[in-house]
């Protein structure tokens, strides 16, 4: 689990599941309720099967703010610097997602 403060997002990896939840406070106070976030369905951070075409699961995780890398938007404008998951799966493999968050005036936490 990685609190990510300044956007207020807690970013959860579970042994048991074979993607990453993003869970967001949607009632701040002295006992806030947290809420998962569903991203986009057209990319998960979803780790992939084994060879065996048997799930893996997350074994290490880790938030890179050292990213510097951009995607391009589909109008060919690049999103701002965004971070990085990186997930060790059972299976051995080395996983990396960009975390693309759209929400408008979202400060940046990158420094590379």
Do not use: K
């Not at 998962?36 to 084994?50: G, H, I, K, R, V």
């Not at 998951?85 to 590379?112: E, K, M, Q, W």
């Amino acid at each position: 689990m990685r609190h990510v403060s300044q956007w207020n997002i807690l970013l959860v990896a579970s042994a048991n599941a074979i993607d990453v939840s993003f869970l967001r406070v949607s009632q701040p106070g002295d006992l806030p309720i947290w809420t998962q976030e569903f991203p986009n369905d057209l990319y998960p951070a979803e780790l992939p099967l084994s060879t065996s075409t048997d799930e893996t699961f997350p074994l290490g995780f880790e938030l890179d703010t050292a990213s510097s890398g951009r995607l391009l938007q589909e109008d060919g404008s690049p999103y701002p610097v965004m971070p990085m998951i990186h997930i060790l799966s059972t299976a051995g493999v080395l996983c990396s997602f960009y975390v693309l968050n759209t929400t408008p005036g979202i400060v940046d936490i990158c420094s590379p």
